[in-house]
């Protein structure tokens, strides 16, 4: 009797001893499950809805203004890739630009195609001048983002030479920039505000983010006189306006992986 006792009493110990052994197995398992699940939400949490404004080919001695008092009011900030000479022009523009807290990239220094795409020599020297230009003016560095003149998979240029180009750029941790949007202004001479203000409706719908195409020139009034409406359809749908200074780590993986910058 006394042997069955210790007997039973061993047996109930060792069968209680698995059961808290199990009962933490399963109380950590829980744990790291709930670890893994919060590193996962906060890996994969996406960007909100973003709107990239970026402006070419100026800066010009009247609209970059219009442009700039109408940011300002708005409380917003966008993106101007500058053509060298322009700047030269209108230095006066380039620096309130840069005051006022806008992203300065390098467009061009001529924007003659037929020189900067010429050879890489050509591009390099083109890109330099127009760096050495913002520089002087704002006594600041431009971005290290670029546009290439007509977009990075033009016509214009040969495609080994295109790809010379990118590739340089690329050694330099330069990122060149395309657009997702088109706003259609310089598909003619003036092209009127109603389909400015449609094109970029109907191509930023359904996007997370959108960056859009615009010029600041000379005789783009039109543009000017559309981005009001343009601006606060955005807001209406929920766009965070940003630009291409200080992007997050995030913003230029999805940036690249929606081909707008870098694309090959």
């Not at 840069?98 to 020297?125: E, F, P, Q, R, W």
């Not at 790809?163 to 060149?176: R, V």
């Not at 039109?222 to 929920?238: A, H, M, N, R």
Request: net charge positive.
């Amino acid at each position: 009797m006394k042997r069955f006792s210790i007997f039973n009493y061993n047996a109930f110990m060792l069968t209680l001893l698995l059961v808290c052994l199990n009962c933490s197995s399963i109380t950590y398992a829980n744990k790291l499950n709930i670890t893994n699940n919060k590193f996962k939400d906060e890996t994969v949490q996406e960007l909100p809805k973003e709107v990239f404004l970026t402006f070419d080919d100026g800066p010009s001695v009247n609209n970059t203004q219009k442009i700039l008092k109408i940011l300002n009011d708005n409380n917003i900030k966008a993106t101007f890739f500058v053509v060298g000479i322009k700047a030269e022009e209108n230095p006066t523009a380039l620096k309130e630009l840069s005051n006022s807290g806008m992203c300065i990239g390098v467009h061009t220094y001529s924007h003659n195609y037929k020189k900067i795409y010429k050879n890489l020599d050509a591009y390099a020297n083109d890109y330099e001048m127009c760096r050495n230009i913002i520089k002087k003016i704002t006594s600041k560095d431009p971005v290290n983002y670029t546009r290439l003149p007509g977009g990075s998979t033009n016509l214009i240029i040969s495609k080994t030479n295109l790809s010379l180009i990118k590739k340089a750029l690329n050694n330099k941790g330069i990122k060149y920039v395309d657009w997702n949007v088109c706003s259609g202004d310089a598909d003619s001479h003036e092209v009127p505000v109603g389909k400015i203000k449609r094109n970029v409706e109907n191509q930023c719908k359904n996007k997370k983010i959108a960056v859009i195409l615009m010029h600041d020139t000379y005789y783009k009034h039109f543009t000017v006189e559309s981005l009001p409406e343009i601006i606060k359809y955005l807001k209406d749908q929920g766009f965070n306006f940003r630009t291409f200074e200080n992007l997050t780590e995030a913003e230029e993986k999805e940036l690249m992986k929606l081909e707008i910058i870098n694309k090959k």
